[in-house]
């Protein structure tokens, strides 16, 4: 048998983390395994959670509480029913895990951080927009 993996996906919300969302869930992820949605927020954004959760982020948090709109309001993420699709999609479909984690800092650094503290086995990102090659 196959150990589940773990999987983070860098998550906000422009078209190419999506993308990378998408792709992720057609071509990498099968069942049992995790994934987890990673959002790093400004280090000057304010937020109720923020004061808590500043240094270490937020607790995983599963796709059932993630789905609430005042859950987006408490961390100051966007509310996308395209991404909450695919999340759902993979839940009931292939019996995907679905947690979100939610960072305030640097993203190089805090993704780096999390690959480091969730013990991710692969991490997908989008492209921000950039080509293959950019000069």
């Not at 860098?10 to 994934?35: F, H």
Request: net charge neutral.
């Amino acid at each position: 048998m196959v150990k589940a993996r773990t999987v983070g996906v860098g998550m906000d919300y422009s078209p190419t983390s999506k993308s990378a969302l998408r792709w992720t869930a057609e071509n990498l992820l099968d069942d049992g395994d995790t994934i987890i949605l990673i959002h790093v927020q400004p280090q000057n954004a304010e937020h109720t959670r923020k004061i808590l959760f500043e240094e270490t982020g937020s607790p995983l948090i599963p796709l059932e509480e993630f789905r609430e709109v005042n859950f987006s309001k408490q961390y100051g993420l966007a509310y996308d029913p395209e991404v909450l699709d695919v999340l759902d999609t993979l839940s009931r479909a292939k019996k995907v895990k679905v947690v979100a984690k939610v960072y305030w800092g640097d993203p190089r650094e805090k993704l780096c951080d999390a690959v480091e503290n969730l013990k991710l086995d692969s991490i997908i990102l989008g492209s921000r927009g950039l080509g293959p090659l950019k000069r």
